[in-house]
């Protein structure tokens, strides 16, 4: 039943019909504000994808170059939109944006998924597949790494069309954006994003109406859409086709972007946003090239800003400079967020994380992801200098990530939700089959910049598998040494380590409940003291973005209501950042054997100096990466909010 429905009488149905007419408007102001937000966030890089794609594709300076004819011009333009209607509709808007972990989306929701359940169930095939999305995610810091570059080398390219005799100054003035754009992140996006929505409109209206104009100009175009010419053009063609597969995966290059930002703007802002403006006007904009290079084959220098008209160009410029500022932005922020969620996983050393935004969860900025990027992407710059020479390692990135994408969607479809496996077979068939078309394709330009993204990821999952594994050892050799915690408890209880107890509340870190902290050990057997209350505090990453507060404190007396000392397990989840003070001040009173003096309280780290030793646990070389590794971990008493003034940490060594 309607709000209407409910009219008991003249006032009531006045009250009724405007509160329904009120609510309405407000609930759709919000979805009209998020759909806005989604556009200047998650559809730069897409958004921006039709400035080089067809440009590359007809490049006459690729090593396996696609000549300009009619039929190859409608067979090009035809794959470019069946391959955007397959991977972008299909794969992620339909189905992988169908797999979130408590909202989340992205390759580390999936796998975070996958891991979840191998813990449960103990499947060996769901540890390999996390294994495989880890190696994706690892492709996504390589992406990371080339989409500004090739991004802000496509928006500063036009000044060539406008003014041949600027093709030097080309590559500085991208150095300069560039160097800006990550000097500002330190200020989060906060107010800029604001303006990121309108921008990205602006962007969508100017290349559809360009697409528009193109397309009647030569309205023939149309034809392109039906798939007969995108399967004539493939398998007719196929020594060119195959080789042109290379280029036409540019058009999809953010796909990954839709999931990934699923948790803050929604399934459905996010798919509102690509159906009613973001493909229109992305395929408005490739009709129109293919148009233009039909009028003229000579047009394939620069199809994209060709199709504006002479007094349009040199606004088009600095909007698309904006656009591709806009992605590069959306990608960055995109690597915060994976090296986040990874660090919280086990899989990279703890980071130093700044929030920038007080109401928006997830805006954060993380120093030395911002400035490894920064160095990767001016190094690409000035060793490719043209977007067309980084197109060939773009593909790879994009190309590897969708396929391992695709591969643990299909695995978690039959796995968790029991979807019948002739349904699954037929889907993962074709879609892997598409996947796997532009893999290959890429595969060809290895030599010519397909091997960077490769490398890139190839190296970022050895440093996070050799992390893990590291981690791992270190765990074992520590609870060695700390010994058992319940033994330690019960000495102390019967006096067998004579201890002097202080006034104060004492607070150590631990790693679980298990061993005695090394720090409140070597206090007892060193300083032979102990404050009166003691608090073992253990932090916990759940396998979900976020937890209630009702779920975030357990609270253990270890046996004894009267010692006053207790285990507490504080649960935080993988995109939220540890906060230990204002964790303990959720604590009831009646649980913890006496009032906490929190705001006195000293708080005990126990810091481990690595050295590398004789036992075979790992390779000799991992064991140098992994303690090289351990040098960028953040300071811990700032990680977890710990007053600098009253924090107390006790050294020790182990060796791996």
């Known amino acids: ?124 095939a769901a540890v390999v597949l996390a294994a495989l999305g880890i190696f994706g995610a690892s492709l996504f810091f390589g992406d990371s790494m080339i989409t500004p570059a090739i991004s802000v080398l496509s928006a500063v390219e036009g000044l060539k069309v406008v003014e041949p005799s600027l093709e030097d100054l080309v590559v500085p003035i991208t150095a300069v954006i560039i160097v800006v754009l990550f000097l500002v992140q330190r200020r989060g996006t906060a107010a800029v994003g604001r303006v990121f929505g309108p921008v990205m409109i602006g962007w969508f209206v100017a290349i559809g109406a360009c697409g528009v104009a193109g397309i009647a100009d030569h309205p023939e175009i149309l034809k392109a859409l039906s798939p007969t010419y995108a399967l004539d053009f493939l398998f007719g063609h196929f020594g060119t086709a195959f080789f042109a597969l290379a280029a036409v995966v540019l058009a999809v290059t953010g796909a990954e972007a839709l999931y990934a930002d699923m948790g803050h703007f929604g399934r459905r802002s996010i798919t509102r946003a690509w159906l009613i403006l973001v493909f229109p006007a992305c395929m408005l904009s490739y009709l129109g090239q293919g148009a233009l290079i039909l009028a003229d084959p000579a047009n394939v220098s620069s199809p994209f800003f060709l199709l504006a008209p002479g007094w349009a160009r040199w606004p088009m410029i600095v909007l698309a400079t904006a656009a591709t500022v806009i992605a590069s932005q959306a990608v960055i922020t995109g690597a915060y967020s994976v090296a986040s969620q990874a660090a919280q996983l086990g899989y990279l050393p703890r980071l130093r994380i700044a929030h920038t935004s007080e109401s928006t969860i997830g805006q954060i900025y993380v120093p030395w992801i911002n400035w490894l990027l920064m160095v990767s992407v001016l190094t690409l710059v000035f060793a490719f200098r043209s977007s067309a020479a980084l197109a060939f390692a773009f593909g790879m990135a994009v190309t590897g990530t969708i396929t391992i994408t695709t591969l643990l969607f299909f695995y978690v479809a039959r796995a968790k939700w029991g979807t019948p496996l002739w349904l699954v077979c037929i889907g993962a068939s074709v879609l892997l089959f598409v996947d796997l078309l532009f893999v290959a ?26 992390w893990q594994r590291g981690r791992a050892i270190v765990t074992t050799e520590r609870a060695r040494h700390e010994g058992p915690l319940p033994e330690f408890i019960d000495q102390l209880r019967t006096g067998e380590a004579p201890t002097l107890r202080v006034p104060g509340t004492a607070v150590f870190l631990n790693r679980g409940k298990q061993t005695a902290p090394l720090a409140m050990r070597a206090n007892v057997e060193h300083n032979h003291v102990l404050h009166e209350q003691v608090v073992i505090l253990s932090l916990q990453t759940e396998p979900v973005p976020r937890l209630p507060a009702d779920e975030r404190m357990t609270v253990d007396p270890l046996g004894y209501t009267d010692d006053r000392i207790i285990h507490v397990t504080a649960r935080f989840g993988y995109m939220e950042t540890p906060d230990v003070p204002s964790a303990l001040a959720m604590l009831d009173p009646a649980t913890t054997e006496g009032q906490l003096q929190l705001d006195q309280a000293s708080y005990f780290l126990s810091k481990i100096e690595l050295r590398r030793g004789t036992a075979r646990t790992m390779a000799p070389w991992r064991k140098r990466l992994f303690i090289a590794t351990s040098y960028i971990t953040a300071d811990a008493a700032e990680y977890f909010g710990l007053p600098g003034d009253r924090t107390v940490i006790m050294g020790s060594h182990i060796e791996v």
């Open 441 to 466: 394709a890429n595969m060809t330009k290895f030599v010519h910049g397909a091997w960077l993204p490769l490398l890139i990821g190839l190296t970022a999952f050895t440093v996070m598998t050799t």
């Open 1 to 124: 039943m309607t709000d209407r429905q409910h009219v008991t009488g003249p006032e009531d149905g006045s009250v009724s019909r405007s509160a329904s007419a009120e609510e309405p408007s407000a609930r759709d102001a919000v979805r009209l504000a998020v759909v806005i937000g989604a556009l200047g966030v998650v559809f730069g890089d897409i958004g921006t994808s039709p400035i080089y794609t067809l440009q590359t594709v007809f490049n006459p300076d690729d090593p396996h170059p696609v000549p300009v004819s009619t039929a190859n011009v409608y067979g090009v333009v035809s794959l470019v939109f069946w391959s955007v209607v397959i991977i972008v509709m299909v794969t992620y808007v339909l189905l992988a944006m169908r797999a979130d972990n408590d909202g989340e989306g992205g390759i580390m929701a999936l796998i975070t998924l996958l891991r979840r359940w191998s813990a449960q169930q103990g499947r060996r």
